[in-house]
């Protein structure tokens, strides 16, 4: 029997896999949805021992470590965030590093299954690393994207209370802000981390494809992705309300005002014929 340990960090928004590469003396073009696969020779002189161990590195900011040491991920780490331009985008919400485990265990006398916490098979392909890498590098992305949509839910909290009390103390600048994150997310979830999308391989090959299906439901990719939508959605519903809510109010305080501005012009047109 051997385990292959995957360890999978939630870094950044977006790396420039490009620059990555380049610290590791890979000149050659990476694709924009491929990741960049680090193994032998490449980690030599990062860690004390190569054997079995390979980092992926995902542009929507993930990395997996297969069979790293917590110890050999904060020092690898920091040598990717040490290398010059290699974070394009940083997620200034983000609370704490999100992360998730997984692990796949050969064990040549026992039926391929897939469990809570582990991928038990009988005989290993590229697949398998490449498809769990692939899955827990997503769930680690999304996690990171519901933590920041709690933040601003808060926000939105906050609001809901205000209007509770009667007041009105949103503009439409802060309304603009919060739609324009919650948009911003919604853009990440589908076009950096491409959480809809099938990964080239599983077209191509049926095994690696029903590893992916079944992954993705394990961790339950699309169910987090249609909820997180759902919230994101309620959310610019209420902000909108606010902001509608908020320009009437202003229209109104204007329209009072043009009437007050009449009645004392009246008032002074009265007093001159008064006084005349």
Not at 116 to 136: C, G, K, P, Q, R
Not at 201 to 217: Q, T, V
Not at 257 to 267: A, K, Q, R
Request: glycine content about 2%.
């Amino acid at each position: 029997m051997k385990e292959y340990i995957f360890k999978s960090r939630a870094i950044c928004s977006e790396f420039s896999i490009s620059n990555i590469a380049k610290r590791f003396d890979i000149n050659r073009k990476i694709k924009w949805e491929e990741p960049l696969v680090l193994r032998d020779s490449q980690l030599q002189g990062y860690v004390k021992s190569i054997e079995d161990k390979v980092v992926y590195i995902y542009h929507f900011g993930s990395i997996v470590f297969v069979n790293f040491t917590n110890d050999e991920i904060d020092d690898f780490i920091n040598i990717i965030k040490l290398t010059p331009n290699s974070i394009k985008s940083l997620n200034k919400y983000m609370k704490y590093e999100c992360r998730e485990d997984f692990r796949i265990v050969l064990h040549e006398h026992m039926e391929e299954q897939l469990e809570y916490e582990s991928l038990v098979i009988n005989s290993i392909d590229e697949h398998h690393f490449s498809m769990t890498a692939l899955v827990v590098a997503k769930s680690v992305a999304l996690e990171t994207i519901e933590v920041t949509m709690d933040v601003v839910f808060d926000d939105v909290e906050k609001i809901i209370k205000s209007l509770e009390n009667g007041n009105l103390n949103i503009n439409e600048k802060q309304a603009a802000s919060i739609i324009g994150r919650v948009l911003s997310f919604k853009h990440t979830t589908i076009s950096y981390i491409m959480l809809l999308d099938k990964p080239a391989i599983a077209w191509k090959n049926e095994s690696a494809e029903n590893l992916f299906n079944d992954l993705a439901d394990l961790f339950e990719l699309n169910d987090r992705y249609e909820k997180l939508n759902a919230k994101s959605q309620t959310m610019v519903d209420i902000i909108e309300i606010f902001a509608n809510l908020s320009h009437s109010k202003r229209a109104n305080n204007l329209e009072i005002i043009v009437i007050l501005l009449i009645l004392i012009e009246v008032i002074i047109a009265f007093r001159d014929i008064i006084f005349r």
